[in-house]
């Protein structure tokens, strides 16, 4: 039996970025579909999107929407060594 190889994120049609709150809590990798980038605006459609997602996890956890103070994008995670 073949053994399954991951994808990375960028390879199925995503960015993965890094928020950093107000309240200086932190969020890794957040999805952002590829689609929506690209263009004059460079990251504000991932700002937005991440702060609609964000707008959506307070909602059903009951508690209000935390401010966004910097949004990077994450490093391309190192290719694993296969094992020998």
Do not use: H
């Amino acid at each position: 039996m073949a053994k399954r190889v991951k994808q990375l994120p960028q390879d199925r049609g995503f960015i993965l970025f890094d928020v950093v709150f107000e309240d200086g809590s932190r969020a890794s990798n957040r999805r952002v579909p590829m689609e929506i980038l690209g263009g004059l605006d460079s990251d504000q459609p991932a700002r937005e999107l991440v702060e609609q997602q964000e707008a959506e996890i307070a909602q059903k956890v009951g508690r209000p929407p935390r401010a966004i103070q910097s949004l990077t994008r994450a490093a391309k995670p190192e290719p694993k060594l296969a094992r020998e």
